[in-house]
């Protein structure tokens, strides 16, 4: 790896930096704990004002008699000191509600005002954060490069700093964009972002996204599986053939259909209709074959099969 493509204060190739799930858990951890003690302050106050204005003893009281059962007794009082004074009881149950509620109110306000601006600043770092790693990986591609044409920054940052590796959200957008430039090269440019790829840390991670409950990350792990070439990780893909999610069992198909030498093989083993993106794929996988690896379509026509249709219609549009 070229020595000056680092992290700052310490090479990425350092051993320390090889693992950085535990980091990685830590900074999630920080993250939603500062939600966490934001939303909690916010349910603390509410509780105070509840205290300080409206007492639940006297309020559940209040209730209980007002204002129908003093409304009741006030028309057939007809001592006017004592209508005066019941109303002012009722007056003093109605300010008290409504000053908790206005301050409830005022405390919410100003929680989603806070809420909004760091929403708008997190973006706005966001946007930095993308600039600067779409600098970097495009410095990492500069030189000899075969795709200049791709170059949009004539002062690319060349370096890469602790928080940039560690931090949970500072590492999705460099993944995103890693991915994203790697899609737009070819060659030794790709190689060379694929040592990036491995030099980040984020083969490790693979693992735990293949195992995750959520079906976004066993599908994206699929896609990095085939886009970085990490070969360690194909027999994981055969698991997720039979996955519970739809779009990760399609995502599987279309791997398995990028990767062996036969794209139509996978079709002995799905007992499933296929959609419409999976035939579109395994009609480029088989156009793109040379001649003498076109599959046996006599082989693959069996009566009644759940497929034959579709194949039929292959062999009609390569007119083989």
């Known amino acids: ?27 999630a951890i920080a993250k939603h704990s500062s939600d966490l003690v934001l939303s909690s302050v916010v349910a603390l106050l509410l509780c105070v004002l509840l205290s300080e204005y409206v007492g639940i003893d006297n309020l559940t009281k209040s209730l209980r008699h007002k204002p129908t059962a003093n409304l009741l007794s006030v028309l057939s009082d007809t001592n006017f000191s004592s209508i005066n004074l019941r109303f002012r009881e009722i007056d003093s149950t109605l300010l008290q509600l409504g000053g908790f509620l206005l301050s409830a109110l005022g405390i919410l306000i100003a ?28 410095s990492i591609i500069t030189a000899e490069s075969t795709t200049n044409k791709f170059i949009g920054t004539q002062h690319p940052r060349t370096y890469l700093t602790k928080s940039d590796i560690y931090d949970v959200n500072n590492r999705s957008i460099l993944l995103q964009e890693l991915r994203s430039m790697h899609s737009l090269v070819g060659g030794r440019d790709q190689r060379r972002l694929e040592d990036q790829y491995y030099a980040l840390g984020f083969v490790d991670e693979l693992e735990e996204k293949f195992q995750s409950p959520e079906w976004l990350e066993r599908a994206q792990a699929i896609n990095e599986v085939i886009q970085f070439k990490v070969t360690s990780y194909y027999p994981h893909i055969n698991k997720l053939l039979i996955d519970k999610n739809e779009t990760v069992r ?31 794929q395994m009609f480029l996988a088989v156009k793109a074959l040379p001649a003498h690896k076109l599959p046996s379509f006599k082989e693959l026509l069996i009566d ?3 497929h034959y249709g579709f194949i039929k219609d292959l062999e009609m549009q390569l007119n083989v």
């Open 111 to 138: 929680y989603a005002l806070i809420h909004l601006r760091l929403t708008r600043s997190e973006e706005k770092r966001n946007k930095a954060k993308t600039s600067e790693f779409q600098q970097y990986f495009t």
């Open 1 to 27: 790896m070229n020595e000056h493509h680092s992290v700052s204060d310490e090479p990425m190739s350092n051993k320390k930096h090889n693992n950085p799930t535990r980091q990685l858990k830590r900074s």
């Open 250 to 280: 399609q995502n599987a198909v279309v791997a398995k259909i990028k990767l062996d030498d036969q794209p139509l093989e996978i079709l002995k083993t799905i007992d499933r209709p296929l959609s419409v993106w999976e035939k579109h």
């Open 304 to 306: 009644k099969s759940i």
